[in-house]
Nanobody, 122 residues
């Protein structure tokens, strides 16, 4: 599965962005999908995940109520709607998919996108 993350950009605090994750090679409808982010000098951290059927979602505490993860109607797309962005949300955002295991852990995700930069100015 080849993933492509897009939608990042430079915004001001309080603005919104919608990140997309798409596969041009095959559907990932049987995979759970996660979004992770990595800020300069920091480890990659979990942001949000959605179960393979879209029925369950998971968020890190710092984004609850602001970010929404979803799978698209097309079986090879997913999104991360980010509202009320804060400077501390600045990072490279990655999407990844896995079939089994703990969705909060980066290890175990089988395929990763290349990342998209999100920069939030104060």
């Amino acid at each position: 599965v080849q993933l492509q993350a897009s939608g990042g950009g430079l915004v001001q605090a309080g603005d919104s962005l919608r990140l997309s994750c798409a596969s041009s090679t095959q559907t990932f409808s049987n995979y759970a999908l996660g979004w992770f982010r990595q800020a300069p000098g920091k480890e990659r951290e979990f942001v949000a995940a959605v179960s393979w059927n879209g029925g369950a979602t998971y968020y890190t505490d710092s984004v609850k109520g602001r970010f929404t993860i979803s799978k698209g109607n097309a079986k090879n797309s997913a999104y991360l709607q980010m509202n009320s962005l804060k400077p501390e949300d600045t990072a490279v955002y990655y999407c990844a998919v896995r079939r089994f295991g703990n969705l909060y852990l980066a290890s175990g995700y089988e395929y990763w996108g290349q990342g998209t930069q999100v920069t939030v100015s104060s």
